[in-house]
C-alpha cells in the first residue's frame, strides 16, 4: 500500500522534469494548483485524491474507489495467487490493481470483503480503536447452548498470544448456528472461540463491517459504495 501523503516539492519531483529545488520558483510563479488554489508552499501536503495541476496540465486526478463483495468458498483473499482464484479476478474493474483488501477472509470463509484505492480509510476502519462491529454466521457440528453467551462475553484467553479476547455478543439462532459480533479480528478467532468448547465451525460467513452489510448481494458479486 503507497503512503498517500507527501509534501509538494517531493511530489513535483516524483511527477514532473522539475526537481523538488525547482518547486520553490513555481511556486512563486503560481503556476502550481491544488484542488483548484494557487500552491503556497513547497511544504504544503499533496494527499491521494488532491488534483494537482502544472502549467495547466494535470499531473494528479486520482478518485477513491470502494468496493464490497460476497467472497464465495474456495477464493483467496489475496490480489496475486499461482494456484486459486482470488477475489481481484472477480471484480471487473479499469482501476482493479490499485486495489488492496480490508480485513481478509479464510479459503473456505464465505462474506464480506472490502477492497479499495483509499490506504487512510483503510487504516481507520482496521484500527482496535475504531471498534467497528464485524458481525459473522456460523453454523456448527455440536449444539450451541447459552454458555456460549456468558463465555463470549466475558472473552477467552488465548494461552499461545497470552490474551484475553474483547466481549463479544453471541445470538443462539438455532440448535447448530449461531450470529457472532466482534470487534476485533485475531488469526482464526472465530474458530477459536468455538474451539473452546470443542465445537467445530463447519461454516463462517461475515455478513457485516460496521454499517457496511453484504446483504443483496449473491455470492461472486459485487458493488461500489461510497462512505460520503
Known sequence: MKSSTTRLDRFISQNS??????????????RIIVDGDVAHSTHQKVTQF???????????????????????QGIVSATKDSKHTTVLDLIDHPQKDELHIVGRLDFNTTGLVLLTNDGAWSRQISLPETKLAKVYEVTLSKSVTEEYI??????????????TTKPAHLEIVSEYQARLSLVEGKYHQVKRMFGFFQNEVLALHRVSVGYLSVAGLERGQYREFSID
Open 50 to 72: 488532491m488534483h494537482v495541476e502544472l502549467d495547466g496540465h494535470s499531473l494528479q486526478d486520482n478518485k477513491p474507489i470502494y468496493i464490497m463483495l460476497n467472497k464465495p
Open 150 to 163: 456468558t463465555v463470549f462475553k466475558e472473552g477467552i484467553y488465548f494461552r499461545y498470544e497470552d490474551i
Open 17 to 30: 522534469i522539475y526537481s523538488m529545488s525547482d518547486t520553490r520558483l513555481l511556486v512563486a510563479q503560481k
